[in-house]
């Protein structure tokens, strides 16, 4: 029995030590014999905007919270109506905020004794996405006049499929700085680079800040346009590279 497991052990401990011959001795010389580079690069492309999200809100006040729904009702409509008749759809615009609660009306107060007038403040936010930058000021002209009292911020965004765009564009500059700075590193060793071992990629796209306006327009003000400016956003891209030599 001890003689027959001798004669099954020994081929198979030979054959783990020819194995063992064959596979360390490549694993150490790749190991040894392998020089990276690590090089980082940043790719940054500015371009204009082709959207832009504007805040508009409609906001009535009264003592009976019916009258004051009902009134913010009719001026919410008149205003979406106003803005489809200048050419925006459904698409275009849509609610983010409803909200009704009970405020403090100090400056009623006639004498210090007098009691404190409570009344409901209703307001119904709407959210308008242009694809036209340009006509920025004459929508929020249109939306004041036909009865929204707040502008609450203006946000110059860019759409999906330019951002897509303008990502690849800065990946693109990215490699090729990195890849750059690599080739002058390695000529300077007297090495030449044969291929990339590693990769990750980060960056990504930065809006300018919303512009908070809060913006009303009282009753019997002067009409005048409003100026928008779009400036511009930024797309940028970076890649960490680890180059073999």
Do not use: W
């Amino acid at each position: 029995m001890i003689a027959m497991r001798k004669h099954i052990l020994t081929p198979l401990l030979a054959l783990i030590l020819v194995f063992s011959l064959i596979v360390l001795p490549v694993s150490a010389a790749t190991t040894s014999n392998e020089r990276v580079i690590h090089t980082q690069g940043t790719g940054t492309i500015t371009t204009t905007p082709d959207r832009v999200e504007i805040s508009v809100a409609v906001m009535t006040e009264h003592a009976d919270v019916k009258v004051a729904q009902q009134e913010n009702a009719v001026k919410m409509n008149t205003v979406m109506n106003a803005l489809k008749n200048a050419g925006l759809t459904s698409d275009d615009i849509k609610t983010t905020g409803y909200s009704i609660y009970q405020v403090t009306k100090d400056e009623e107060r006639i004498l210090p004794g007098d009691r404190k007038a409570q009344v409901y403040r209703v307001t119904n936010t709407l959210m308008i996405t242009l694809k036209d930058t340009t006509k920025a000021g004459d929508i929020i002209d249109i939306a004041i006049e036909s009865g929204a009292n707040n502008v609450n911020y203006i946000s110059f965004t860019l759409s999906e499929e330019k951002q897509e765009s303008l990502r690849a564009e800065a990946l693109k500059e990215a490699v090729t700085q990195s890849r750059g700075d690599a080739d002058v590193v390695a000529a300077s060793l007297g090495l030449s680079v044969r291929d990339v071992k590693e990769v990750s990629i980060g960056g990504g796209y930065y809006p300018p800040s919303p512009r908070y306006d809060s913006m009303m327009m009282a009753a019997g003000m002067e009409k005048a346009a409003t100026p928008i400016e779009a400036g511009e956003v930024t797309v940028t891209a970076t890649v960490s590279i680890t180059y073999i030599c």
